[in-house]
Each structure stands twice: as C-alpha cells, then as structure tokens.
C-alpha cells in the first residue's frame, strides 16, 4: 500500500511587475536540499537552474514563463515561498556602510531579517524611454533572472556595460527601430561603449535604479 500524501497549502501571489495573481505552494524538503546543493557548488548556473526549477515546480495556476520574467520578481517570489516554506525568519550578513574618518566602515555582522515583511522599491517616475539626442533614443527593459546572476562571474569593470546592454529593448533613430532580438549581446556592449559619457551616464542612471527589495 502506497503511503498517503500530504495535500500543501496554496498561496496567492501578485506578480511586481505586471501584478498578475498566480497560486503557488512551498517548495518541498527535496527541493530545498537541491537548492542547498546548487549553492555549495557556487557555480552560477546550477543555481540559476535550480531556483528556475523549484519555482516553476511550486506554481499551481498562472500564465507566466519564469525564464522571461524581470530578475526583481523571481527574487521576490522565491523570498515568498521561503517564507511560506522554511518560516520567515532568516539570518543574513550585512555590510555597515557608515563613513568614519572619510572611510566606509565595511565591517560585516550577522542579522534575523523577518522576510515575510518585505517591500519592493520602485522608482515610478523613472522612465525606460532614454532620449540619446534629437532623433534617436533607448527603450531599455529590465533583465532576467540569469543576466543578474551571471554578473557574478564577470570583472567588475566588465559588469556596467554587461548590464546596460543586457537592459537594450530596442534602439531607435531616424531610420527606424533596431530590436536587441536581432543583434548579439557583443554588438549591443560595442553601441553602449561607443556612447559619449553624458549617454552613457543615462543608461547608467536607469540601471543603477533598478526596483530593489528590501524590509520594512
């Protein structure tokens, strides 16, 4: 005789970015060892995979495709389904960024953060349609899951420009519109580092404020 199982609870949850409801469960004892494994191995990809995979697997009802969705909201909804899987209550490491004596403290401390008391930061009056000039301009997107996690594995001078051409919808001029779809991510960095630095300094700006998650 099989052995029962045991029925999980639904949640629902509103998508950030298009504020769509979809129902999902917490994510299983095997599932989280998986995540556990992925992280010790601290290769970006398996992580990306893994946390792919376990949200798709706790989505119940929904029409949302997690390899298209903006990196903010599957931050914010893996932070709900630990939450509602784990329990709210996690230790995390800050970095005190105090100035003293003209210098960033820097020093790192262990903390409880309640995760089931959390925001998302946005700032609405920031605009994705960046004028470049008289004719031309930037209709800039936010990137997926994997572009942010893959910045990890990159130098830090590299991760700016990364970002920036990774963030291109489309780029447009008197000519017409030039979709990122029909160019590779190398062309797209060549345009961004091609820009003067007052361009540059407005694509910078839309990145640099991107929605953040952060406790209330």
């Known amino acids: 005789m099989a052995l029962p199982k045991i029925e999980l609870p639904a949640y ?3 998508v950030p970015s298009t504020e769509k409801i979809i129902r999902v469960r917490p994510f299983t004892v095997r599932e989280e060892k998986l995540l556990l494994l992925a992280i010790e191995s601290k ?3 398996d992580i990306i995979v893994t946390v792919k995979q376990i949200i798709n697997n706790c989505i119940l009802e929904g029409d949302i495709d997690v390899d298209k969705m903006p990196f903010f909201d599957i931050d914010y909804l ?4 630990r939450a509602k899987s784990v329990g709210d209550t996690v230790e995390v490491k800050l970095t ?3 100035v003293v004596d003209d210098k960033v403290c820097g020093n790192q401390f262990m903390a409880d953060m309640d995760i089931g008391k959390i925001d998302l930061i946005k700032d609405d009056e920031l605009s994705n349609d960046i004028k470049l000039n008289a004719t031309s301009g930037v209709r800039m997107r936010y990137p997926n899951y994997s572009v942010m996690r893959k910045l990890e594995e990159l130098p830090d001078i590299d991760k700016k420009t990364h970002i920036i051409a990774s963030s291109i919808d489309y780029i447009y001029d008197k000519n017409g519109m030039h979709s990122y779809k029909d160019y590779t991510l190398e062309e797209l960095k060549e345009f961004v580092e091609g820009l003067t630095e007052e361009n540059y300094s407005k694509l910078e700006r839309y990145v640099d404020n991107f929605p953040t998650i952060a406790a209330k």
Request: glycine share 0%; net charge negative; aromatic share 24%.
């Open 96 to 98: 005190c960024n105090n």
């Open 12 to 14: 629902e949850f509103t």
């Open 78 to 81: 893996f932070i709900f389904l």
């Open 43 to 45: 290769v970006a990809a």
